[in-house]
């Protein structure tokens, strides 16, 4: 269920999304500057996220705890294969590092 705030910090952000795009394709900029300015974005957001991953992991097999399996370059699934796998690592491990 969606809290009020969340569902309007939701519609601020599109509302402003709608502005901005607005502003984009009013200003001088072209239409593949904007789209890549929007391309850049995602991935340096992308970027960053993945370094937490892979510093969060490093983390834990520091403390000897499992980790999922996971593409460090790109954390997108490539096969079935890697989705199962993936799956069968969260339905079959205990990952809290106990013994028991």
Known sequence: MIK????????YS????????????QSEATVDEIHLTIV?????????????LN??????????VVTPPHR???P???????VKEYQKFWEE???SGSDS
Do not use: M, V
Request: overall charge negative.
């Open 76 to 82: 997108k699934f490539d096969t079935i294969a890697e």
């Open 55 to 64: 510093t969060g992991e490093e983390l834990l097999r520091k403390l000897h």
């Open 72 to 74: 460090p370059t790109h």
């Open 4 to 11: 009020p705030d969340e569902k309007d910090y939701k519609s």
């Open 40 to 52: 850049n974005t995602i991935k340096q957001r992308n970027r960053y996220y993945q370094a937490c």
């Open 14 to 25: 599109l509302r402003n999304l709608a502005e901005w795009i607005e502003d984009a394709l």
């Open 93 to 95: 491990k205990d990952i």
